[in-house]
C-alpha cells in the first residue's frame, strides 16, 4: 500500500513540477516591445504610427480611416493606445497606425 501511494505521490509530483515552472516562465515573460517606423520590416510594410503620414503614392489603396485599431491582426481593448500586432511578432503598435497587411476586423455579428 505504501509502494502504490509513494508510487501515485511521485506521478502526481512529476506532473506538477513542469506545471509550475511553465508557470513561473509566464510570470516572468519580458514586457512588449513597441514597433519603432524604423525597424527594417515595418519601413518595408510602411508602417506608420499615425496612419495620416502614410505615403499615398507608395500605397494608393489605403485610406485615412484605417489604422489599427480596426485592424484584424491588432490585439488590444477598444480605447487602448497601443497594442500588440501579430504581423510583428507581438510589437506594440499604436491604435492609430496603419501598415500594408491592414486586414479590416470583422464586422459584429448582429442577433
Ligand atoms: S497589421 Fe494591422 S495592426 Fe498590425 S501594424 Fe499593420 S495595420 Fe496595424
Not at 505504501?2 to 508510487?7: A, D, I, M, P, S
Not at 506521478?11 to 516591445?33: G, M
Not at 527594417?40 to 485599431?69: F, M, N, R
Amino acid at each position: 500500500m505504501n509502494t502504490r501511494r509513494n508510487f501515485l505521490t511521485k506521478i502526481v509530483a512529476s506532473a506538477c513540477i513542469p506545471a509550475l515552472a511553465l508557470q513561473r516562465a509566464s510570470a516572468q515573460a519580458p514586457p512588449a516591445v513597441k514597433l519603432e517606423e524604423s525597424d527594417p520590416i515595418a519601413t518595408a510594410l510602411g508602417y506608420k504610427e499615425i496612419t495620416t503620414k502614410v505615403d499615398a503614392a507608395k500605397y494608393p489603396l489605403h485610406k485615412p480611416e484605417q489604422v489599427c485599431s480596426g485592424c484584424a491582426l491588432y490585439q488590444s481593448k477598444p480605447g487602448d493606445a497601443s497594442g500588440p500586432c501579430s504581423a510583428f511578432g507581438g510589437k506594440l503598435v499604436t491604435a492609430g497606425g496603419w501598415c500594408s497587411v491592414f486586414a479590416k476586423k470583422p464586422d459584429p455579428v448582429k442577433p
